[in-house]
């Protein structure tokens, strides 16, 4: 459960974002602007962005096989959400959640893909809209459940020590969903070195299927230096 805690398009957006080539994208925690019974308003944070273009992010709400698999109920109303990669008035690029309706459930359950060109990630997000609506035993429980990334195997809080991979996993939608302190970068190749026979001519773009991957800890995860591991990922980019 996400906890609640200036528009730029075009120009400003772009060159906030930067231009070039991407190698990797990460969404974090989801921040609610709307008061209950109002159209939403929320904005998700974009991690490790990089050198990637505004016109290079392109978000959506999911696509309904992609709410079977994850077992969400895609509820009509849903299809009313909109999402844009924008600069917030902290500067911090993120993606904006808005309806062009009021949103009356007190509680929303949704899945959110974005695409860049090297990539795609699918990511669910429970908010909780109206917690008067729900026992406060209810509410808390769902402000302590965290919002999940799709086919990820934690739960709660605690790290995974394995992870058993398939054929729609890439390496960094896996680092992504279970660094421990580390980068994005630095898991991945972390994860690499702990497991190089998962990799078809020892590169992480060619991660095999059905490999039981062992995950590093923290200090594996942030043993290599943050630059040399973004310029070792660009190089086998």
């Known amino acids: 459960m996400v906890q609640v805690r200036k528009l730029v398009l075009a120009i400003a957006a772009a060159s906030a974002l930067s231009s070039g080539m991407a190698h990797a994208l990460g969404l974090g925690e989801l921040t609610l602007k709307s008061p209950p019974n109002q159209p939403l308003v929320a904005e998700i944070e974009l991690l490790d962005v990089q050198q990637l273009t505004a016109a290079e992010v392109v978000p959506s709400l999911a696509p309904p096989e992609e709410f079977a698999k994850a077992g969400i109920d895609r509820q009509a109303f849903l299809n009313d959400l909109s999402f844009t990669p924008v600069i917030n008035a902290s500067g911090k690029s993120v993606l904006r959640v808005t309806s062009s309706r009021p949103v009356s459930e007190p509680m929303v359950k949704f899945l959110v893909q974005v695409m860049w060109p090297n990539g795609r990630l699918l990511r669910d997000y429970s908010v909780l809209l109206d917690p008067s609506k729900f026992s406060p035993q209810a509410a808390d429980a769902a402000r302590a459940k965290p919002s999940q990334v799709v086919a990820t195997p934690v ?83």
């Open 155 to 237: 739960t709660g809080a605690t790290k995974p020590s394995q992870y058993t991979t398939t054929p729609r996993d890439t390496l960094w939608e896996i680092a992504a969903k279970v660094r421990n302190g580390g980068s994005v970068q630095q898991t991945m190749l972390a994860i690499q070195a702990l497991n190089p026979n998962a990799f078809i001519n020892g590169n992480i773009n060619l991660l095999k299927t059905g490999q039981v991957l062992r995950l590093p800890d923290p200090v594996q995860s942030t043993a290599l230096p943050q630059p040399q591991a973004i310029a070792e990922v660009a190089a086998q980019n």
